[in-house]
């Protein structure tokens, strides 16, 4: 069973940047890792993946040029790295694995989960 752990959300003001991570509580270097973010009353949805590998990364286009996805597998961790942040980028961020090869952008392709960490973008 693979456990997912988020951190470093929080408040910020528009502009501003914040760095989430995810640790996993096992060796995590054969899945694939993903961002997804809720607003409230919306769908879950993608934000950023990549590949077990590493290095093959996928962004939904209104994070494009502003949020980066890095992960570290020597230490079990995946970031997420937003900056620009906009009110519209506010939600409970996840943290998400799969073992497909490729980071889906189908939240039902994900076979583990962290339990959110939110971020609220002000104006």
């Known amino acids: 069973q693979v456990q997912l752990v988020e951190s470093g959300g929080g408040l910020v003001q528009a502009g501003g940047s914040l760095r989430l991570s995810c640790a996993a509580s096992?060796?995590?270097?054969?899945?694939?890792m993903a961002w997804f973010r809720q607003a409230p009353g919306k769908e879950r949805e993608f934000v950023a993946g990549?590949?077990?590998?590493?290095?093959?990364?996928d962004y939904e286009d209104a994070v494009l040029g502003r949020f980066s996805i890095s992960r570290d597998n020597a230490k079990n961790t995946v970031y997420l790295e937003m900056n620009s942040l906009k009110p519209e980028d506010t939600g409970v961020y996840y943290c998400?694995?799969?073992?497909?090869?490729?980071?889906?952008?189908?939240?039902?392709?994900?076979?583990?989960w962290g339990r959110g960490t939110q971020v609220a973008v002000s104006r």
């Open positions: 990549d590949t077990w590998s590493g290095g093959n990364t």
């Open positions: 096992v060796t995590f270097s054969t899945y694939s």
């Open positions: 998400a694995a799969n073992r497909l090869g490729w980071a889906s952008h189908s939240a039902s392709q994900y076979d583990y």
